[in-house]
């Protein structure tokens, strides 16, 4: 049975199935993200981590490594549970780490849904934004113990801003406001001498005092401004799936410069507008230039990221290009998730089959 893990140590993420909802089941614990072995996983076990995602109710289950293989550890194997459980660690397996699994057997799942939203599937804890003038900018709440409590200024700075903004699903930061400026909140200062390196997923995987722990008042509430929720698209080529990168930010559409630009950041592009591979990654307007802020530059991704803003690079909206360097791609154009519905995959049908 695996042991009972505080939530604020323990995520799950679905990677390479091109949305938030289907791809390679993957755990981040002891400050690593890994991935579970497919044996003795099923319909069960999928439906578990779409729940847990907030994704509805699981469609496929893989194996294989059908949506890719990593390097990373294999953190559960011979997974069982009974589908009541309210997350994947909460089912019996393998002690956490041991396994006879190759990554070859790396499990993944197609979930039926859309995720809604970072407040829908965090059970434990939730971050918000309040007295802004709009959802992504504001004073910085979080929901622990039953009860909303503020943030402490104390150490706060861009690489915590990032990863509120992210975490919100807000873009990237763009400034953080001391000294209560979004009005003074209520209740616990839940917590203080906040310490990230801007990749974490979660505000509360950065390090901190213990919860409810600090020597603030509330007028050292901490703000944050986030650029807003982002949009992409591709324009300029013969294809929806090839173009000139643009992002809307800040309601304004605004390009990408080249600097740095490679294969695996055009492989980001391509994967979160569910255009299959890279094929190339274009340079020097070759799309033509664009026009307006040029939103991003120094990009470095992993090629693991589901959002090119994931990506590290230069603060949102501060470039030393010009857009004669815009950056743009070429897609294969192929839908990622039939890559995950390939010969491997296991159907689980879900719904009635009455006729109407």
């Known amino acids: 049975?695996?042991?009972?893990?505080?939530?604020?140590?323990?995520?799950?993420?679905?990677?390479?199935?091109?949305?938030?909802?289907?791809?390679?089941?993957?755990?981040?614990?002891?400050?690593?993200?890994?991935?579970?072995?497919?044996?003795?996983?099923?319909?069960?076990?999928?439906?578990?981590?779409?729940?847990?995602?907030?994704?509805?109710?699981?469609?496929?289950?893989?194996?294989?490594?059908?949506?890719?293989?990593?390097?990373?550890?294999?953190?559960?194997?011979?997974?069982?549970?009974?589908?009541?459980?309210?997350?994947?660690?909460?089912?019996?397996?393998?002690?956490?780490?041991?396994?006879?699994?190759?990554?070859?057997?790396?499990?993944?799942?197609?979930?039926?849904?859309?995720?809604?939203?970072?407040?829908s599937y965090i059970k434990h804890k939730m971050l918000r934004l309040a007295s802004g003038q709009h959802s992504c900018e504001g004073r910085v709440e979080v929901f622990y113990n039953g009860t909303w409590g503020t943030v402490c200024s104390d150490s706060m700075g861009m690489d915590e801003a990032e990863v509120i903004c992210k975490q919100l699903d807000c873009g990237r930061a763009l400034d953080v406001e001391y000294d209560g400026k979004f009005d003074e909140g209520s209740g616990p200062i839940w917590l203080d001498d906040m310490e990230c390196n801007s990749k974490e997923y979660f505000l509360w995987q950065c390090s901190s005092r213990p919860w409810g722990e600090h020597n603030c008042a509330h007028s050292d509430d901490v703000g944050v401004i986030c650029t807003g929720r982002q949009e992409m698209r591709l324009v300029g080529g013969s294809s929806i799936c090839s173009g000139r990168v643009e992002i809307l930010s800040n309601k304004t559409w605004g390009t990408v410069c080249d600097d740095s630009w490679d294969i695996r950041e055009a492989g980001v592009v391509c994967g979160q507008l569910d255009c299959g591979p890279a094929v190339r990654a274009v340079g020097q307007a070759g799309f033509g230039q664009g026009a307006g802020q040029i939103w991003l530059d120094e990009l470095h991704c992993r090629g693991s990221e589901s959002f090119l803003w994931d990506c590290v690079s230069a603060s949102a909206g501060r470039s030393d290009c010009v857009h004669k360097e815009d950056a743009g791609v070429v897609c294969s154009g192929r839908d990622p998730i039939s890559q995950c519905s390939s010969t491997n995959l296991r159907f689980f049908k879900l719904f009635s089959t009455k006729a109407d």
């Open 1 to 119: 049975m695996v042991p009972f893990i505080h939530f604020n140590l323990v995520h799950v993420i679905l990677m390479d199935g091109g949305s938030s909802c289907a791809g390679r089941v993957e755990i981040y614990y002891n400050r690593t993200w890994g991935t579970v072995c497919d044996d003795s996983w099923g319909s069960l076990e999928a439906n578990v981590v779409c729940e847990q995602l907030g994704c509805g109710s699981a469609v496929h289950t893989t194996s294989a490594a059908t949506c890719g293989r990593t390097s990373a550890p294999v953190w559960l194997d011979d997974v069982r549970c009974t589908g009541k459980e309210s997350a994947l660690w909460e089912c019996p397996s393998s002690p956490w780490g041991q396994h006879d699994c190759y990554h070859k057997e790396d499990v993944s799942i197609v979930c039926k849904g859309k995720r809604l939203s970072t407040l």
